[in-house]
């Protein structure tokens, strides 16, 4: 280790026992991470980031390999680098019932920073999270950014040589996350900070100085992003095709050999080729060649370990009109004299894919839940299928399948008696019952694991378990409120893989995400801020809102970003 390296790991190994199950979580990992610069840690759900973090910062002891951290050995004496480092992990741990300012103090005294240094401390770090006005106000009612934000100040109190960030952006609004950036950025750049920092947003690699490429415990690859998506060179292209609905386009492409990989963007799909394979020659389909960035190079790298999945749920053909089943007019919430929701209105066809956008705390997850008639609006009409909620709410669940942020799952039952729990709840008996529980074992993959405990598999096992639970009694409206949040690349393709073709059936699905790519596969969205509606259209149209000169061809999130600033600075 050299005095320009912050991190040094070598032949690191670590295992874990799951039952009777020995899972290698890190198999001779070798990584360096140099002084004064962010290293992004990226892989899939599962591929030992956390493990990593955790190895590092002292908690956790290796089964075999060298940890160096800022030249001291982490192996040995854990303590002294503990004392160097600032680590944040997934989950980080306020004290909801505690004020911005009273967690800033526990976490002074947690780690010993002296009272006469504390006021300018505090000053400094409200100041660069932009939380000043918000020091009486209990952790527990911040916004998913705000609290982040707030995490990321208690981790700062004594300032760190070397900062750990697990996955610090995760089901964050992209407003916020760009927040969050700026301030890792200023560290870095201001106080000569390193950072080590993992995330599953691909587009966060392009960020930071070098990768560190992880999956299943092993480095498939360390370098600068530009590195990785330079051997890509030549294989990337954009398709467009007049008249056809882009997701008709990309289900298209990516059932072809030559296609690697597939997915939405602009008006049109971005390919991802297999080497030495040229864009197929169909008809109407216009070709154009594109710069690589580092979401082609994971795909492809990933892919040679496991080919990203393409999956249709096997329904016979359906035709069906574009008649209206969710309606939704002048509909309020209130929480005593809090306004989650205030006086939206929009309707969604059959078969439509209907995305609600907002910051954190917009009131997204409360429009779902009134919508599913698990909560009763304070003011306004709601019809689902014909049927108002305020009326019949269980008549109108019956036709509706949810899938919750956080998957609404069992976590201490085991996978088949979840399929089963669910598959009895909604009423199935019979041969019927039986017919679906091995459509969803075969559907989504679910057999080699089916008597495993749920809590014990990997995040993306369990995506796929809640959303079989969700689709058990073939319902016609899926509601989705961020199922895709935390989920690695590749998981999140087959997901949308899934509700392009239950789109295509007939399928009505309302769905809530961060994730602005996912936004693209949105026949229409309303973007949503404080309650309220601030536009309703298709992607196509919002995106066209924030063009400028200088950006004349804006991405979802130019245009996220731009409707949420616009209103701010109005208010």
């Known amino acids: 280790m050299n005095k320009q390296t912050a991190l040094h790991v070598g032949n690191l190994e670590k295992h874990f026992r799951a039952g009777r199950r020995l899972i290698k979580a890190l198999d001779k990992v070798n990584l360096d991470a140099q002084c004064?610069?962010?290293?992004?840690?990226?892989?899939?759900?599962?591929?030992?980031?956390?493990?990593?973090?955790?190895?590092?910062?002292?908690?956790?002891?290796?089964?075999?390999?060298?940890?160096?951290?800022?030249?001291?050995?982490?192996?040995?004496?854990?303590?002294?680098?503990?004392?160097?480092?600032?680590?944040?992990?997934?989950?980080?741990?306020?004290?909801?019932?505690?004020?911005?300012?009273?967690?800033?103090?526990?976490?002074?005294?947690?780690?010993?920073?002296?009272?006469?240094?504390?006021?300018?401390?505090?000053?400094?770090?409200?100041?660069?999270?932009?939380?000043?006005?918000?020091?009486?106000?209990?952790?527990?009612?911040?916004?998913?950014?705000?609290?982040?934000?707030?995490?990321?100040?208690?981790?700062?109190v004594r300032p760190p040589k070397l900062l750990l960030l697990d996955e610090p952006t995760v089901g964050v609004d992209p407003l916020s996350r760009q927040e969050l950036w700026q301030i890792i950025k200023g560290l870095v750049a201001e106080e000569g900070m390193s950072v080590l920092l993992s995330t599953t947003y691909l587009n966060e690699a392009e960020r930071c100085a070098q990768v560190v490429l992880l999956y299943q415990g092993q480095v498939l690859g360390q370098g600068t992003p530009q590195e990785f998506s330079q051997r890509f060179q030549g294989r990337v292209w954009y398709a467009e095709q007049p008249g056809v609905l882009r997701r008709r386009l990309q289900d298209g492409l990516i059932r072809r050999e030559e296609v690697l990989d597939a997915v939405l963007e602009g008006e049109g799909v971005r390919a991802l080729l297999a080497d030495k394979a040229s864009p197929p020659n169909l008809k109407g389909i216009l070709w154009s060649p594109m710069e690589p960035r580092f979401e082609d190079a994971f795909v492809a790298i990933l892919a040679q370990q496991r080919r990203p999945t393409h999956t249709s749920i096997e329904r016979a053909p359906v035709t069906f009109k574009k008649e209206t089943v969710i309606v939704a007019s002048n509909v309020s919430r209130r929480f005593g004299d809090f306004w989650a929701v205030r006086h939206i209105s929009f309707a969604v066809k059959k078969g439509e894919i209907f995305g609600l956008l907002g910051a954190n705390g917009a009131g997204k997850s409360t429009t779902f839940?009134?919508?599913?008639?698990?909560?009763?609006?304070?003011?306004?009409?709601?019809?689902?299928?014909?049927?108002?909620?305020?009326?019949?709410?269980?008549?109108?669940?019956?036709?509706?399948?949810?899938?919750?942020?956080?998957?609404?799952?069992?976590?201490?039952?085991?996978?088949?008696?979840?399929?089963?729990?669910?598959?009895?709840?909604?009423?199935?008996?019979?041969?019927?019952?039986?017919?679906?529980?091995?459509?969803?074992?075969?559907?989504?993959?679910?057999?080699?694991?089916?008597?495993?405990?749920?809590?014990?598999?990997?995040?993306?096992?369990?995506?796929?378990?809640?959303?079989?639970?969700?689709?058990?009694?073939?319902?016609?409206?899926?509601?989705?409120?961020?199922?895709?949040?935390?989920?690695?690349?590749?998981?999140?393709?087959?997901f949308w893989s899934r509700i392009n073709a239950l789109a295509e059936e007939g399928v009505t699905i309302m769905v809530t995400t961060h994730f602005m790519q996912e936004a693209e596969y949105c026949d229409r969205l309303a973007i949503m801020a404080q309650g309220r509606i601030l536009a309703i259209d298709t992607p196509a149209a919002i995106r066209a809102r924030a063009a400028t000169p200088d950006n004349p061809r804006p991405k979802m999130e130019d245009a996220f970003i731009t409707l949420i600033q616009k209103m701010e600075r109005a208010a």
């Open 36 to 156: 004064g610069c962010i290293t992004g840690l990226i892989g899939p759900d599962g591929a030992g980031k956390t493990t990593l973090m955790r190895l590092v910062a002292g908690l956790l002891r290796p089964d075999a390999g060298q940890i160096q951290v800022l030249g001291v050995d982490a192996v040995l004496d854990p303590l002294a680098i503990q004392s160097k480092i600032g680590y944040m992990p997934q989950r980080f741990g306020l004290y909801e019932d505690l004020t911005v300012a009273e967690n800033l103090a526990l976490y002074a005294d947690l780690q010993g920073l002296p009272p006469a240094e504390r006021p300018a401390r505090y000053a400094e770090l409200l100041h660069l999270t932009a939380l000043e006005r918000f020091t009486k106000r209990l952790a527990g009612h911040l916004s998913g950014g705000m609290k982040q934000k707030l995490g990321l100040a208690c981790t700062l």
């Open 369 to 494: 839940r009134m919508l599913c008639g698990l909560l009763p609006p304070s003011e306004g009409q709601l019809a689902v299928n014909g049927v108002d909620l305020r009326k019949a709410p269980a008549k109108a669940r019956a036709r509706i399948g949810y899938m919750a942020q956080r998957f609404s799952l069992y976590g201490h039952l085991g996978v088949m008696d979840n399929l089963r729990f669910f598959a009895r709840t909604y009423g199935l008996k019979g041969m019927r019952y039986k017919q679906r529980l091995d459509w969803a074992l075969d559907e989504f993959d679910l057999r080699t694991a089916a008597d495993a405990i749920a809590d014990d598999q990997p995040l993306g096992y369990k995506q796929r378990l809640a959303m079989a639970c969700a689709l058990m009694h073939e319902p016609a409206i899926l509601f989705l409120d961020e199922p895709t949040s935390g989920v690695d690349p590749l998981e999140r393709r087959a």
